[in-house]
């Protein structure tokens, strides 16, 4: 597989480099290993100041690594700023943090002194994609080297200029050279990794089969895997919500990365009576969003990541009008090969179309109809995925109910999903399992261990109890 830089907007590439052979990299392991041992050891202190750091380091260069986002897979300048904002913000979360999250938690038993102890694992693989070069991976960097464990990151191979730079970002800010390596390898060498024993966890966010790849191999070696899959949230409108409001909400969710996100909404859920005044203002707002150059500081969305992947969401589109979708705004390719790809709407969306069983990774709203809020819960459940959710109403009582029968691992009332360095991330059926961010993301790599401190053993029935 090709590492390289490829520019989405200009079809040209940009820098290639050379992939790592299993030596270098099981040196890497090696080392990193070796200073597991060591980083474990340091105070929460220690690492919070070298964390903080990072966050600075990160908001001081934040115009650079925008700059390389947006030629590496076409995100905005704009949005580049952003996301990096986003990991200094979460750099700074687990700094101030992870100590209060990992203390000790004492436990009432017979025992003198009996807790739980949160102790590093050792070294983890991160497996990351490239829609969000930056926050994907802080966002497991960030609590993993906070616990005291080292990381060793394989991201996807358009994106090796992002990678980079979060390492040296790591370097910079002062952690061990070992606490934190990029892996410029292909997928080849992931197996490899997860079968050798000084590993000891994986995390990888990406589809749905690759998460079923790394999924089955840790399993064959013990190890503890978090996966972060695909999804396509449902966004349900019932008929008493703020219609302007949702519709304005809906292009902006739809439209997050240019649509290549895991929590961008993506199927649009109308109950009956306001579907048709939804499916004009929705068509209004997504006409309004600007493409063009990800470097111009105009540009509100760019290119797809990559050509093929253009080509790919221009075959699920065209293959589900086929069987019976209606299109209610034209947008899409100009041209296979073109990874430019405009906003598109779809309805009358059913049972056995692709559109409605699969992940729709780019810029297509999928409006389907509800006969009531029972069947809009419905529809949404319909999924094989559950990674996030929205519902619209006047009656936020109404939605919080309604929310806790929707099967995702998060679900916002009158709000677009996000994620934030507080809230736990994750999702439930094919979208993964584990969580990422806020105290639960911290303690997924580590080991939870009881310790008891006895003193006289209580007696049961005339015997030692255990």
Known sequence: MAIESFNPYTGRVVRRFRAFSWAKTERILAQAAREALTWRTTSFAHRAERMHRAAALLRARQDELARLMAIEMGKPVADGRAEVEKCA?????????AEEFLQDEL?????QRSFISHEPLGVVLAVMPWNFPFWQVVRFAAPALMAGN????????????????????FHDAGFPAATFRTLLIGSDLVEKLIADDRLKAVTLTGSELAGSKVAATAGAHIKKTVLELGGSDAFIVLADAD????AKTAAQARMINAGQSCIAAKRFI????????FINQLKTHLLAFRTGDPLDEATQYGPLARPDLADELTEQVEDSVRQGAKVELYGGQSEAGNALFRPMILSRVKPGQRAYHEELFGPVALVLEAHDADDAVRLANDSPFGLGGAIWTHD????????RRVEAGAVFVNSMVKSSPEMPFGGVKKSGYGRELS????????????????????????????
Do not use: M
């Open 439 to 466: 105290y639960l993301g911290i303690r997924e790599f580590v080991n939870q261990k009881s310790i008891w401190i006895g003193g006289d053993v209580p007696l049961r029935d005339g015997k030692k109890t255990e």
């Open 150 to 169: 080292v990381g060793l990151l394989k991201h996807a191979s358009n994106v090796p200029q992002c990678a980079l730079a979060l390492e040296a970002i």
């Open 89 to 97: 913000l979460t750099c700074d979360y687990y700094a101030d943090h």
């Open 243 to 246: 219609l302007e409001l949702a």
């Open 396 to 403: 936020a009582k109404r939605g919080e109910a309604l929310a």
């Open 270 to 277: 109308v109950e009956k009576p306001v579907i048709k005044e």
């Open 107 to 111: 436990i009432k038993t017979p025992a």
